[in-house]
């Protein structure tokens, strides 16, 4: 059982580390790139938590972003967060969010959230997504081979090819990045993915 004070107190220390605002900028030069090549200038953050990863669009004139959270300890801060630029924030699952939109088009940014999120979710989500990138960054899923899962809502750690197999999608950058040390091993801890659905 997760303690959600103690769930919400780690969220915000992992917000302010030095690897997560390493995170933040290189999702932002992605951003800014891919940007001008979507029509539609929409930025979607899925699974925004509290907020933390808008950092992303600072910066950026006149963003139209939404942003999804389905966790309701979440949501007060998130729309803190969201009303200061904004924002729109939808108190949602994707799954349910996927449900009420036919069709959506954009720039789509999961940061360190499609492990969090059920298959089926993903599956509802990629039947409504057009002409779009869709940003990831992630944990290296070797990581859980050294040190299990390092959060217990982690549904499970995605590989690229199982991700843009589910999105139905093409993977047109995928890279790995900030070596560390993890117990006795070294491995880049990070990977973004970026992926082109038609």
Known sequence: MINLDNYIDK????????DYLKDIKTAKFFLENYLSNVKSKKIYFIGTGLGGDSKIIQGIKNPKVIGVEPRDTFQEQATKVYNNFGGKLMKMDLGEFSKINSKLSGIFL???SINHISKNQLMYFQKIVKNSFIIIINPNPEIEKIVGKTDQTVISYLKAKEI???LKSEIVFDFFYNKKKIKTKEIFLREIIIFKTN
């Not at 969220?11 to 030095?18: A, C, G, Q, T």
């Open 11 to 18: 969220v915000k220390k992992f917000n302010d580390r030095e």
């Open 164 to 166: 843009g197999t589910l």
């Open 110 to 112: 999961f940061i360190h």
